[in-house]
């Protein structure tokens, strides 16, 4: 993103005089769990393990849903589909190497178990039997002529094996296609005898019906002007939240279950301009950059302790401000004594935004901007906060006023018609350079043991930081540091403490989302800073990348009751971190609490 002036295109006082509206009209990560987008930081197929996941519709109305797995390299996609959710529906899936259905192994699959309505209706007809769908690599290889998608990453299927996922409600269900998607009692069917041929179901009404609305002729065109082919809002509202989900990665050999909740994201799409996010399946929409809210609330710990509301130029830099964290921090165990392994996932959920070629655009954003120097604007200078809504409506100020917001009644605009631009032909912030095979940013991580001890030059404690491996080089005065350099190169990375795997993240054409951390200390706690070389800075400010993620943990007992069965057990804690914003005094001290 270039900057005709950096602090002037920070839209910075948007939550103070000017009285932005609330959290209702403003993206926010919603810590009860519940949300219109849910955010799965990571799924694996590999060594062993499987993922089940889950997505609950806690409200009475029947829901439109996107499911879309996403690759850990770059976040190609491998596979999406819609799903229609009856009120309070539960919809559950399971992702597994191919070697668990009895076919060759090394082929992700989804293993859709549930009845509720998918289109395509998986669970009665997918790839490979019913119920039972192929992971794809069609979107990052090179398929032939106009078909080349490769990124420069691994090519092959195994690449799929491991990533993150998210889904997207779309929309409310109404009228005809809500009660298709809804389970109904079914009679059973007997023959002339009295003999039951068919027991009585419970089952969705007609999810054929939702199939064949999405079904279009040999030429491409709707069949019925009847179906969403010819208009997707058919019988769809707004979205309306509600959604919860989970996922576990389980290892059946070994015992073993790491679940966590998806993280939930409200306010995502008001449908302002009157269309719904319902699209076609198999499409790359509706994405984390299709809501129509582009202000962020953002909560600032110790010592601000308040929600701030921060204005974007998209909706995904909205989205991506509420994963914006300038430290990640985490405890490890690697006990020898106790067998014990750890692994840190860190995922950044819309990197692609930011680096993927074929996702970025040239863009010029223009604004209304108050007149430099006009006293009836605060004396107001480039960079200072200034208001951009109307007072009581928070509808965007679109004219020259004067508006009347407080301390801002007699100001008047200028349209700035190139206020900033995004330039599609680098990384734009805060991600710092183009996907080709990967994407790098450099890090650091200082590691603690559970007695504050950590490396100090010169001490004589015989400490020595941590080793991360394949690292940045240490040159002169940076190999005498706490902290080790490093880089996350990839959409979701894997660090694995010690020598023991619990994941078993492979390497691909001598790529790898791995990272392996050796360390002296056998346990403690560790911070990986994100902010450690001042590039990671997004349009407003703040500081560090846009991660999630969990440390997993698993021990090793001894045999049970003297046998030949090991016990495995283990747990998985999500990251914790900080959120600071570095600009101005008088820009940062002019937000409110809310």
Not at 223 to 249: C, K, Q, V
Not at 399 to 408: H, K, Q, R
Request: proline share 6%; with cysteine.
């Amino acid at each position: 993103m270039n900057r005709k002036n950096l602090t002037a295109a920070v839209l910075a006082g948007l939550a103070g005089a000017a009285g932005i509206a609330g959290t209702a009209q403003a993206v926010n990560m919603n810590p009860d769990g519940l949300g219109q987008v849910l955010i799965y930081p990571y799924y694996t197929t590999n060594d062993g393990n499987q993922t089940i996941l889950s997505v609950v519709n806690t409200t009475d109305s029947a829901k439109a849903v996107k499911i879309r797995f996403l690759e850990g390299y770059n976040s190609r996609e491998v596979l999406d589909f819609n799903i229609y959710l009856s009120h309070h529906d539960v919809w559950v899936a399971a992702l597994a190497d191919s070697s668990f259905f009895g076919a060759a192994p090394g082929v992700p699959h989804i293993n859709v178990v549930d009845d509720s309505c998918t289109v395509p209706y998986l669970y009665e007809s997918a790839s490979t039997a019913p119920g039972l769908q192929a992971f794809l690599d069609i979107a990052y290889k090179d398929n032939g002529p106009g078909f080349n998608y490769d990124d420069g990453g691994p090519q092959g299927i195994a690449r799929a094996a491991e990533g993150h996922f998210q889904i997207i409600e779309m929309g409310t269900l109404v009228g005809d296609f809500a009660d298709y998607a809804t389970h109904q009692l079914t009679a059973e069917v007997k023959d002339k005898d009295g003999n039951v041929t068919r027991p009585a179901t419970w089952e969705p009404m007609d999810c054929e019906r939702l199939v064949e609305s999405w079904t279009r002729d040999l030429n491409g065109d709707p069949l019925s002007e009847d179906d969403w082919t010819f208009d997707p809002t058919i019988d769809i509202e707004r979205n309306s939240g509600g959604l919860f989900g989970g996922a576990a990665i389980v290892n059946p050999e070994n015992g073993t279950m790491y679940s966590y909740n998806a993280q939930a994201i409200q306010g995502f799409d008001k449908n302002l301009d009157g269309n719904t996010l319902h699209e076609e399946p198999g499409t790359t929409d509706p994405s984390l950059n299709s809501g129509d809210q582009l202000t962020a609330w953002v909560f600032f710990g110790v010592p601000q302790n308040r929600a701030v509301s921060l204005q974007y130029l998209r909706g995904v830099d909205a989205v991506s401000a509420l994963f914006m964290h300038e430290n990640l921090m985490n405890e490890y165990t690697t006990n020898a004594e106790l067998d014990a392994a750890t692994e840190w996932v860190i995922s950044f959920p819309t990197k692609h935004f930011y680096v993927d070629v074929p996702r970025l655009a040239d863009v010029t954003i223009s604004a209304w901007i108050p007149t430099v120097g006009d006293p009836g604007c605060g004396g107001w200078v480039p960079g200072f906060a200034f208001p951009t809504t109307k007072p009581v409506t928070g509808e965007p100020i679109d004219g020259a006023g004067p508006w009347p917001n407080p301390g801002w009644e007699f100001c008047t605009y200028t349209f700035d018609p190139t206020f900033d631009t995004i330039d599609a032909d680098e990384a734009s912030p805060p991600f710092t350079e183009l996907f080709d095979g990967e994407s790098c940013d450099n890090v650091t991580l200082k590691t603690w043991d559970r007695d504050e001890r950590t490396f100090l030059e010169d001490t004589p404690t015989g400490v020595i930081p941590p080793v991360v491996s394949p690292s940045l080089p240490c040159i002169g005065d940076d190999c005498e540091t706490s902290e080790t350099p490093f880089q996350l190169c990839y959409e979701v990375n894997v660090l694995r403490f010690g020598e023991e795997s619990i994941f078993g993240t492979p390497t691909l054409d001598e790529q790898s989302l791995l990272l392996n951390v050796q360390d002296e200390f056998t346990e403690g706690w560790g911070r990986i800073n994100l902010y450690s070389d001042s590039d990671h800075v997004d349009f407003a400010n703040l500081v560090g990348l846009p991660a999630t993620g969990f440390a997993a943990y698993e021990f090793e007992n001894e045999f049970l009751g003297g046998g030949d069965i090991k016990a495995f057990y283990g747990g998985l804690f999500g990251h914790k971190g900080n959120v600071r914003r570095i600009c101005d005094d008088q820009i940062c001290g002019s937000f409110i609490n809310r």
